[in-house]
């Protein structure tokens, strides 16, 4: 399958910090990147649709001022949570769109996630 | 209403036994794909298998399968052999519409516990 990476891994930050996380597609390039967070013992709730040199698309709820997304090129898109706060603290997984295989089997491959901390 | 429900919070099975996780969804939409993932506990999420509403055959990959019955809105998936690795959470999720451009929603999750 397809391989994203996600930067940095796990990250520790005091209360009101921001905190810039990377996502990136390896092998394959990806007009859309989704974001998601996932609490513990939850499922996957998803924050916002990332397009390629366009706004991002946010999910009812998810303040867009707060959870900064950018999807500069083809391959990376960030998402900065600005002035971070302990509730902030949580896995957050991006995805990729492989659209190689085309139409309907358009697979979403993920990154490793991301351990945000906030003190 | 719920969109995908998998309604096994917890699974056990033994080593080498085959093993079926639930899950139903509910859409009007004649056009959709349905996923499985994997999510051990280091937390990455790994795709399994795909069905498309439109396939006629169940789809396969490896040790997976997946029970498609599409009249009582359900994609069961299946792993035979079962390995000790397969211990993880398991993620059903569909996807409404066509293309990827379309959100994926999930399930909340059935955790297996493979025994030797």
């Known amino acids: 399958g397809a391989v994203v990476s996600q930067h940095p891994s796990w990250v520790i930050c005091k209360s009101g910090t921001s905190v810039k996380i990377e996502c990136r597609s390896l092998d394959f390039q990806a007009t859309t990147m989704f974001w998601y967070r996932q609490f513990p013992k939850q499922s996957l709730m998803l924050m916002a649709t990332?397009?390629?040199?366009?706004?991002?698309?946010?999910e009812q709820g998810v303040e867009k001022d707060k959870f900064l997304i950018n999807h500069a090129s083809l391959t990376l898109s960030t998402l900065t949570v600005t002035s971070a706060h302990p509730e902030d603290s949580s896995f957050y997984i991006c995805?990729?769109?492989?659209?190689?295989?085309?139409?309907?089997?358009?697979?979403?491959?993920f990154g490793p996630g991301t351990r945000l901390t906030v003190l | 209403a719920q969109k995908i429900t998998q309604t096994q919070p917890g699974m056990f099975v033994q080593e080498k036994e085959a093993v079926t996780l639930d899950c139903t969804y509910d859409?009007?939409?004649?056009?959709?794909?349905l996923f499985w993932y994997k999510q051990p506990s280091s937390g990455e999420m790994i795709f399994l298998i795909y069905q498309g509403s439109y396939d006629q055959q169940n789809a396969t990959e490896g040790r997976y399968s997946l029970n498609f019955q599409k009249a009582r809105k359900s994609a069961n998936l299946v792993i035979s052999a079962s390995q000790l690795g397969d211990s993880a959470m398991y993620f059903c999720a569909m996807r409404e519409g066509e293309g990827g451009y379309n959100k994926l929603i999930f399930g909340a999750g059935t955790r297996l516990a493979v025994h030797p």
């Open positions: 995805s990729a769109r492989d659209q190689r295989t085309g139409g309907k089997r358009d697979t979403q491959y």
């Open positions: 990332s397009n390629e040199g366009s706004k991002a698309t946010y």
């Open positions: 859409t009007s939409d004649p056009s959709y794909g």
